[in-house]
Every structure is written in structure tokens, then in C-alpha cells.
């Protein structure tokens, strides 16, 4: 009896070593003060300015959990849970866990294979843009093209093979017609990019695809009046690049945005974008960073073009803590009405048309 419980013991200890797992809690606050002129007055007939307080302007706050069980054989179990949220005022963004709610495998060898919700292909130009996606940034100028999340979503990640890594996301549209027939609220049309990446010392260099299909049509656009065109629905084609120098870093990128059948579209909603960026990154010291950027975007039918211009920094209190700052300008052609925020055509922040738009923020950010 005593030999079958040390046995019995002995294979607890073993499978308990084997099946190693942990659960990590994780997060980041942020928070500050903006200040932004440009803003269409109660009249509409002319602009006013405005302090307010805000969260998220230089990254979501947010929380997690992400977890690792091993499971032998050089093979893990992951997950990753992870909602969005105002820091001033506490409110959740859409669902509890509106930015990630995967399950997958992964192998040090073979990649990692995920499935759930997470965020979108095209918010890899996070590593690209100066100002890190930013409230103010590579969002702004495409009205939150590429920085949205996916359902359904079913994604891999290699590892890097002689300085390249692949990505890919396949997201399915779940109706009865494959890329998408639904007009419920929520609907999803299909969704799938790849994306590929060169790195080594001295650069890094990454090409992306991706498309979103209309969840009611199953098509890459937004027909007719009150559609927006290419924002929310078409194909996005992004280079990027990024030189090491140093102390600085060299980022810009290229993205063409396409949409494929568009008619009756009004005056003034473009159905192609042409959107780069370029900037530097100074680490003047292990604390303190410096950075200034351009943003330009031209669009077609009358569309018009707007370019912003941006500088700001970090200092770091911690390795956890820092404090932030940026200020911007957009200027506007005749007929565009781009904010520095990424707005919605017919938002009420948006300037009147073919004005300017400037704002300066401040605030301090902790993670853990």
C-alpha cells in the first residue's frame, strides 16, 4: 500500500511539473489634459476651443490577463484576455473584453496559432509610426482605418527565420454568405491580411495586406450617400520601414487605400486614399525621448488633402511610469474637415471645411 501511494506520488509530482502553467495580470493608465482648437462652434458658423480631460491620448487604458500552460513536447496552451477603458470616468469599452479574447497553441519552432477576438492586422504599423498610434497619429488622418479589432478571427505568427517573420489573420464573416450578408447590429464582414517582416540591426522593414468587406453586401465599400467610402470598407496595401541610428530611430510608411465597385457615392466621400507618414525618434537619454512626425493623406472625389504636424516626448519616471506630451496641427485643403483626432466623417469635433485644427496635450502613463 505504501509503495502504491509513493508511486502514485511520484506520478502526481511528475504530471504537475510536466504541465507547468501561469496567469499574468497586466494593465496601463493613462491619463491627462488636452486642449484643442478648431472645434465647430453651437452655430456651426465658426470655431471654438476647449481643455477637457482625457484618458487613452497617448495609449488605451487597459487591462488583462494572458496565460502559458506547458504541455510538453516543446508545445504551450495561451490565452489572452484584455479590455479597453476610459480613465476618467471608468467606463468599459463595448464588450469585457472588447480588444482580445483568444485561445491557441504555440511552439517555439512552429509558430503560434490563435483564434478569438484581437486586434486587427493593420494596427501593425504601431511599430512604424512615430508616435506609436498614438490618439494623434497614423489613425488620425485614415479616421481609424487601420486600428480597429476583429471577430472571429483565426491567426498565426511564425517565428523569425534568418531576421523574417509571416503574420496572418482569416476572419470569418459568420452569415450564410460567406464574405458577409447581414445588416444586424454587430455584423462582421470577412476580414483577412497578411503581413511580413524583415528585421536586423541596422533596419526593419514590413509590408502589409489586408481587407475589410461590408458585413450587409459582402463588398470592399460603403455605397451611396452616408457611406464613407474607403474608411471602413476596402482593401489596404502598407510599406514601412524604420532605420536604426543610434540614438535615432527613422520611421515612415506608405498606405494605399482601395475600395472595389463603389457607385453613388457622394461628392466629397473618397473611394481611394494615398496615406504616408514620416518621422524621427531621439533618445537623448535612457529617459527622455523626442519625437516629430508629418502625416499627409490626399483622397479622391473631391475629397480634398490634409497634413499634420506634430512634435512631443516621454520622460520616464520608472521603467513602469512616464510622463508624455504632443502637440499637432492639421491643416486642411478647401474640402477635407480632418481632425487630430481619428473621427468619423460627420463628427461634431471635426473642423468646418478646409479649416485647421491644432491641440496640445499632457499626461502621465503607468503600466503593470
Do not use: C
Not at 537623448?284 to 512631443?312: D, F, K, R, S
Amino acid at each position: 500500500m505504501k509503495k502504491a501511494l509513493l508511486a502514485a506520488a511520484l506520478m502526481s509530482a511528475g504530471v504537475i511539473a510536466h504541465a507547468q502553467s501561469s496567469v499574468t495580470l497586466y494593465g496601463r493608465l493613462d491619463g491627462g489634459i488636452e486642449y484643442m482648437t478648431g472645434i465647430p462652434n453651437a452655430t456651426g458658423g465658426g470655431s471654438s476651443s476647449r481643455f477637457r480631460a482625457e484618458g487613452g491620448d497617448w495609449g488605451t487604458s487597459l487591462w488583462g490577463m494572458k496565460g502559458v500552460e506547458d504541455i510538453g513536447g516543446g508545445n504551450q496552451v495561451v490565452f489572452k484576455l484584455e479590455n479597453g477603458f476610459g480613465l476618467m470616468n471608468g467606463a468599459a469599452q463595448g464588450n469585457l473584453f472588447n480588444r482580445w479574447a483568444t485561445v491557441g497553441l504555440s511552439n517555439a519552432n512552429y509558430g503560434t496559432f490563435t483564434m478569438g477576438r484581437m486586434l486587427y492586422i493593420s494596427n501593425g504599423v504601431w511599430d512604424f509610426d512615430p508616435f506609436g498610434q498614438s490618439s494623434w497619429s497614423s489613425a488620425s488622418l485614415v479616421r481609424g482605418r487601420n486600428w480597429p479589432q476583429s471577430s472571429n478571427n483565426f491567426a498565426y505568427q511564425s517565428p523569425k527565420w534568418g531576421g523574417f517573420d509571416f503574420y496572418g489573420q482569416y476572419s470569418l464573416s459568420n452569415q450564410t454568405k460567406w464574405n458577409g450578408n447581414s445588416t444586424a447590429p454587430g455584423a462582421q464582414g470577412r476580414e483577412d491580411g497578411l503581413q511580413l517582416t524583415y528585421t536586423n540591426a541596422l533596419f526593419q522593414v514590413r509590408g502589409i495586406y489586408d481587407e475589410i468587406r461590408n458585413p450587409a453586401t459582402g463588398q470592399l465599400n460603403n455605397n451611396g450617400v452616408g457611406g464613407d467610402g474607403a474608411f471602413s470598407f476596402s482593401r489596404e496595401y502598407t510599406a514601412a520601414a524604420n532605420v536604426f541610428l543610434g540614438q535615432f530611430k527613422l520611421s515612415g510608411a506608405y498606405q494605399a487605400i482601395r475600395t472595389s465597385g463603389a457607385s453613388g457615392v457622394a461628392l466629397g466621400t473618397p473611394t481611394s486614399l494615398d496615406h504616408e507618414w514620416g518621422g524621427v525618434t531621439w533618445q537623448a537619454t535612457p529617459a527622455l525621448a523626442a519625437i516629430a512626425a508629418v502625416y499627409h493623406v490626399n483622397g479622391n472625389n473631391g475629397a480634398g488633402n490634409a497634413t499634420m504636424y506634430t512634435v512631443g516626448g516621454t520622460y520616464n519616471l520608472s521603467k513602469r511610469t512616464l510622463l508624455d506630451i504632443q502637440i499637432a496641427s492639421v491643416r486642411n485643403s478647401k474640402n477635407a474637415n480632418f481632425s487630430l483626432e481619428a473621427n468619423g466623417i460627420g463628427n461634431a469635433d471635426n473642423p468646418l471645411g478646409g479649416h485647421s485644427q491644432s491641440g496640445v496635450y499632457a499626461g502621465i502613463q503607468h503600466s503593470f
